[in-house]
């Protein structure tokens, strides 16, 4: 595993400890080597992971739409930043870098951003490893809605079941070496 895209607030959330979680992320990714490939911008927790990695030596690719370059204000001090025209752009150019994809807690455009490559990973469109940072246990409530999406037949289980979900970084990118992608969703 070479690139790692993380998707997570450009806020820092109500809690510090969402910021720690960014900081131990970002050090555990330059700990191993792994370039970090993100949204681009120097704020909330995308800055503090982006910030970590770099003062631990580790290499980060930015990724920002045009339009995002002033209001997010792109980060000044990256490896390699790429600036593109739309937010479809970056999420394409995004999951082109990585690997796979790690979420942390965010909002809306993290959800987006998420349920796209986990989608894409559904339908065979790649088979990189997707996992969910539940800091603080933040993504539970998704789960259950997984879980309800399962027993309205909705969600098949081998798919909810491809999602990586851990608290600690470190074990969440240890289970990322191991997965395995389920077979390409059918329709009956």
């Not at 739409?65 to 980060?75: A, Q, T």
């Amino acid at each position: 595993m070479k690139r790692l895209a993380v998707y997570c607030g450009s806020s820092f959330g109500a809690s510090e400890v969402y910021k720690l979680g960014a900081i131990q992320l970002g050090k555990e990714l330059a700990k191993r080597n792994i370039t970090l490939v993100y949204g681009g911008s120097s704020n909330g927790l995308m800055g503090v992971v982006a910030d970590t990695v770099l003062q631990e030596g580790g290499q980060v690719i930015g990724v920002i739409p045009k339009v995002l370059v002033d209001r997010e204000i792109s980060h000044p001090g990256l490896t390699e930043l790429f600036t593109v025209d739309t937010m479809h752009e970056r999420k394409a150019k995004m999951a082109e870098l990585a690997d796979g994809f790690i979420v942390m807690p965010g909002g809306t455009g993290t959800m987006e951003e998420f349920f796209e490559v986990f989608t894409w990973g559904q339908i065979g469109l790649h088979q990189k490893p997707c996992g969910l940072l539940n800091i603080e246990h933040y993504y539970d409530p998704l789960m259950n809605l997984f879980e309800h999406m399962i027993d309205q037949k909705f969600l098949q289980e081998k798919f909810r079941s491809m999602l990586i979900i851990e608290e600690k970084p470190d074990l969440l990118i240890k289970r990322f070496y191991e997965y395995v992608a389920p077979t390409v969703k059918t329709y009956d």
